[in-house]
Each structure stands twice: as structure tokens, then as C-alpha cells.
């Protein structure tokens, strides 16, 4: 189906995108060996269960144990199940956008390789989506993991980033998630991304809802997940911050704190000079003076960087022709 607009010297047409699939599961794989076979023979029954077409796409992401040759496995007895392979180990962040950009499907859902997550909880995510919601997030009520290691910095996490972001999530760290496709198809992940895609989706305005999943204790293999992550997120949740407020629009940001910064500076300038003119206090030695001209400084270099910010943001967009807003559907 096709929508035209007809103006004054053009027209244009926003196409209905027809997926060849109703589903796609991603599943991205490091070191799993021992949970893949369990994996997909228990999520088989409950896909064919749906009575739609599906496809099953593992990404391995450079494991260095058995994982390839189970994966190659799966794929010869069963073609639904696709397998991309990473040269080396990137990350779960770029196993998620090798599964985006290659998923067929018009529904796509990702689920961890470590039997954490029930392929059970899939039918339940599907039904959330076909009410019309454009994400929809697996939160993990009773997690079975570690609580200093594991769940007390997730819920000092899913809070924070809640608050930051402005997309309220139990659990930002559930890889359980159902997405429309052209929801993830909009979103360019990097770094440890992936557990902001919803936060990073709603700029488009899409409807999020999260709903109470299972979660099993691992039984095999070990947790790639620890605090020494807990300083990436925070750094990435920083970047998150900017794209969603300020990635258009980078000298309201660096700009008012240069203009706070200048207006500090300029009144303590115009106190000392009012001090020195009418009551012949004199300037030298006085610390005021020196923060009065570093204020103003800086003031003038988050200006400029805010310019260059913007400069930068046009070039981007104009380059990569990205549009700075998303048409759900027209009328006519």
C-alpha cells in the first residue's frame, strides 16, 4: 500500500514495507556451546506453536569454544536457522546490529544464548506487539543471579537510566524484547548500546510497554556480565543523554553553559571594576580577577564548541540524508 502527497512541484510516497517473515529471533552467541542444542529444541515447539513463519538467526560473536560446529549443526538440520559469524569477539552491542540489519522478519525478538530466558515467555511478547505496542520488554521479576554482582547494580542501573532517559524500565537489562522491524531498523547501536535501544527508539515516538518474564539461574557455561561494566553503561548512558536531547540541537546544550559561565564572569568583572572606579580599591593581587577572566573564557569556548557542535550535526544529517523525524502513517 502506498500513500502519495501531491505539492505544488512534487510528490511523495511512503511505502508499506511487506517482510517475508512474521518473526525473527536473534540470538546473540559467545562461549555457549553446552546451551545451544537445549536452546533451540526448546524454543522450536513453541515457535512452530504460533502458526507463523519464523527464522531463527544466531550470531556468534567470536566464541572460542564448540559453539561454531553446534551452530553449523543446527543450521544443516534445520534451514530456519541462520548463522552470521563474527571474526573475533566484538560484543553483544554489534551481534545485535549484524541480527537487526539481517533479520527478515516483521516482528523481531532477541533472547539470550544461556537458557536465562524462556522461550516460553515469546507468545506472550507477540501478544503485547499485535495490541499495537512498537517495543516490548521482558522485565525479570524473581532474576535468579548474584544480588551484590548481578541485581544490585542493575537496579541501581535500570533506575538511573529511567530518570536520565525518560523511558521508566524495570529492566533495561533484559535481553528478552520484542521490536517492530522498522523500530529497529531506525536505530544505530555502538559501544554497549543494545540495553538502550528502547530509550534510543523513542525519539520516534513509539509505544513502549514491559511486561513479567521468566528467568532461570545459568546452568551451564559463565556470565560474560560483571561490574566492570557498570563504568561502561554510566559512559554510554552519558552518550544516550546527548543523542536523545541534543544531537540536533548541541548549542542549547554547550551554549548555556557558556553563556552561565560568561554572565558569572562579567559580573564579577563589573563588581571589581565598580570597586576600583568608586571606591579606589586596587586590582592587583586579587584572586576575583583572575576568575573573573577564566569565567569569561570559558564561557566563550563552550559557545564556539557549541557552533562547531552545530555545524557538525548539520553536515552529519545532510550527509547521511537521516531524517530528524519519523512519519507513522498519512491520511488522506
Same mark, same amino acid.
Given at each position: 500500500?502506498?500513500?502519495?502527497?501531491?505539492?505544488?512541484?512534487?510528490?511523495? &510516497?511512503?511505502?508499506? $514495507?511487506?517482510?517475508?517473515?512474521?518473526?525473527?529471533?536473534?540470538?546473540?552467541?559467545?562461549?555457549?556451546?553446552?546451551? #545451544?542444542?537445549?536452546?533451540?529444541?526448546?524454543?522450536?515447539?513453541?515457535?512452530?506453536?504460533?502458526? /507463523?513463519?519464523?527464522?531463527?538467526?544466531?550470531?556468534?560473536?567470536?566464541?572460542?569454544?564448540?559453539?561454531?560446529?553446534?551452530?553449523?549443526?543446527?543450521?544443516?538440520?534445520?534451514? /530456519?536457522?541462520?548463522?552470521?559469524?563474527?571474526?573475533?569477539?566484538?560484543?553483544?552491542?554489534?551481534?545485535?546490529?549484524?541480527?537487526?540489519?539481517?533479520?527478515?522478519?516483521?516482528?523481531?525478538? $532477541?533472547?539470550?544464548?544461556?537458557?536465562?530466558?524462556?522461550?516460553?515467555?515469546?507468545?506472550?511478547? #507477540?501478544? @503485547?506487539?499485535?495490541?499495537?505496542?512498537?517495543?516490548?520488554?521482558?522485565? =525479570?521479576?524473581?532474576?535468579?543471579?548474584? *544480588?551484590?554482582? /548481578? =541485581? #544490585?547494580?542493575?537496579?541501581?542501573?535500570?533506575?538511573?537510566? %529511567?530518570?536520565?532517559?525518560?523511558?521508566?524500565?524495570?529492566?533495561?537489562?533484559?535481553?528478552?524484547?520484542?521490536?517492530?522491524?522498522?523500530?529497529?531498523?531506525?536505530?544505530?547501536?555502538?559501544?554497549?548500546?543494545?540495553?538502550?535501544?528502547?530509550? #534510543?527508539? &523513542?525519539?520516534?515516538?513509539?509505544?513502549?510497554?514491559?511486561?513479567?518474564?521468566?528467568?532461570?539461574?545459568?546452568?551451564?557455561?559463565?556470565?560474560?556480565?560483571?561490574? %566492570? /561494566?557498570?563504568?561502561?553503561?554510566?559512559?554510554?548512558?552519558?552518550?544516550? @543523554?546527548?543523542?536523545?536531547?541534543?544531537?540536533?540541537?548541541?548549542?542549547?546544550?554547550?551554549?548555556?553553559?557558556?553563556?552561565?559561565?560568561?554572565?558569572?564572569?562579567?559580573?564579577?568583572?563589573?563588581?571589581? %571594576?565598580?570597586?576600583?572606579?568608586?571606591?579606589?580599591?586596587?586590582?592587583?593581587?586579587?584572586?576575583?580577577? *583572575?576568575?573573573?577572566?577564566?569565567?569569561?573564557?570559558?564561557?566563550?569556548?563552550?559557545?564556539?564548541?557549541?557552533?562547531?557542535?552545530?555545524?557538525?550535526?548539520?553536515?552529519?544529517?545532510? +550527509?547521511?540524508?537521516?531524517?530528524?523525524?519519523?512519519?507513522? +502513517?498519512?491520511?488522506?
Amino acid at each position: 500500500m502506498a500513500v502519495t502527497l501531491h505539492g505544488a512541484n512534487e510528490s511523495h &510516497s511512503v511505502e508499506e $514495507t511487506v517482510y517475508p517473515l512474521d518473526i525473527s529471533i536473534i540470538i546473540p552467541v559467545y562461549n555457549e556451546e553446552e546451551n #545451544l542444542a537445549l536452546l533451540y529444541q526448546g524454543m522450536k515447539p513453541v515457535l512452530e506453536g504460533l502458526g /507463523r513463519s519464523f527464522e531463527i538467526i544466531f550470531v556468534d560473536d567470536g566464541s572460542r569454544d564448540g559453539s561454531p560446529q553446534v551452530l553449523a549443526a543446527l543450521n544443516a538440520a534445520d534451514a /530456519r536457522c541462520r548463522v552470521i559469524r563474527f571474526r573475533r569477539n566484538f560484543g553483544q552491542t554489534a551481534a545485535m546490529s549484524a541480527g537487526f540489519s539481517y533479520a527478515k522478519g516483521a516482528v523481531i525478538i $532477541t533472547l539470550d544464548a544461556d537458557l536465562q530466558n524462556d522461550p516460553g515467555d515469546i507468545p506472550m511478547l #507477540l501478544e @503485547k506487539i499485535d495490541d499495537g505496542y512498537d517495543v516490548v520488554s521482558g522485565w =525479570r521479576i524473581h532474576r535468579k543471579d548474584k *544480588f551484590i554482582t /548481578r =541485581r #544490585l547494580p542493575s537496579i541501581c542501573a535500570n533506575w538511573l537510566i %529511567s530518570r536520565i532517559t525518560g523511558v521508566k524500565l524495570h529492566d533495561y537489562g533484559c535481553t528478552l524484547k520484542a521490536y517492530k522491524n522498522e523500530v529497529a531498523q531506525n536505530i544505530d547501536l555502538y559501544g554497549e548500546m543494545h540495553r538502550f535501544i528502547p530509550a #534510543l527508539a &523513542s525519539w520516534m515516538g513509539i509505544s513502549v510497554t514491559e511486561i513479567p518474564v521468566s528467568h532461570h539461574p545459568r546452568k551451564h557455561g559463565k556470565s560474560k556480565y560483571g561490574l %566492570s /561494566r557498570t563504568l561502561r553503561v554510566f559512559l554510554d548512558l552519558i552518550t544516550v @543523554k546527548f543523542l536523545l536531547s541534543y544531537s540536533t540541537k548541541p548549542l542549547q546544550m554547550f551554549g548555556s553553559v557558556g553563556v552561565l559561565a560568561s554572565a558569572m564572569g562579567f559580573s564579577i568583572a563589573a563588581y571589581l %571594576s565598580y570597586d576600583k572606579l568608586f571606591r579606589g580599591n586596587p586590582l592587583s593581587n586579587r584572586p576575583m580577577l *583572575f576568575l573573573a577572566i577564566l569565567m569569561i573564557l570559558v564561557g566563550i569556548q563552550f559557545i564556539t564548541m557549541g557552533l562547531l557542535g552545530e555545524m557538525m550535526a548539520r553536515i552529519y544529517h545532510d +550527509e547521511q540524508k537521516k531524517p530528524i523525524y519519523v512519519i507513522k +502513517e498519512i491520511l488522506e
